[in-house]
């Protein structure tokens, strides 16, 4: 689902790119985020922030797709070479080759997305044995909290960590480290198999 125009404006100040840059993307590093020489998949690019603090690390190829024609406006003026934004919906990623990504990154859009599930397959679809999935997710009751104060318009039915962990497990994802902060999880996974 797209953003509310009023989340849409709060996903683009320097707030938000701050707790991008400080504690989401550190989060994902500490937990083994290795970019260079990866072929990456980001799910929700938004503006092409994440885009921007992945590419420091050098990676081989760069995919960030998003809903919102609007984001992709953003994305693309940041021109990162190599980097490739596209409009998709993230439950259905047909355009993307099975096991051609080596990393899938989401910085917290899963919550904002009634088929989750059907994204948590496709990430795994698109992966290579042995690739990692590293998210960030606040959980449904800290969302209840947050849209009884902002009214944002997330979806009616909220996810639940416990449900992403399941679900990771589900389709072939090893949970390999996890935290929970604030009402947050932050995970990194990895798909079951050797790299080929």
């Known amino acids: 689902m797209k953003l509310s125009d009023k989340e849409f404006k709060a996903m683009g100040t320097p707030l938000r790119r701050t707790l991008q840059r400080t504690v989401e993307y550190p989060n994902f590093v500490r937990m083994g985020l290795q970019a260079q020489d990866s072929d990456i998949l980001e799910i929700g690019c938004g503006s092409g922030y994440g885009a921007s603090l992945l590419y420091k690390q050098h990676p081989r190829s760069y995919l960030g797709i998003d809903l919102m024609p609007e984001q992709l406006a953003l994305a693309e003026r940041l021109s990162l070479p190599g980097a ?113």
């Open 84 to 196: 490739e934004f596209r409009l998709a919906d993230a439950a259905d990623l047909a355009q993307v080759a099975d096991q051609s990504k080596d990393l899938v990154v989401i910085f917290g859009v899963l919550h904002h997305i009634p088929e989750w599930r059907k994204v948590v397959s496709e990430c795994a679809r698109v992966l290579r044995p042995g690739g990692r999935l590293f998210v960030e997710e606040p959980d449904g009751g800290f969302i209840l909290g947050w849209e009884r104060l902002f009214h944002w318009g997330h979806p009616d039915e909220m996810l639940r960590l416990r449900q992403l962990e399941a679900a990771l497990q589900q389709n072939g994802m090893q949970i390999q480290r996890k935290l929970y902060a604030f009402g947050f999880g932050v995970y990194a996974a990895k798909k079951e198999g050797m790299i080929n």
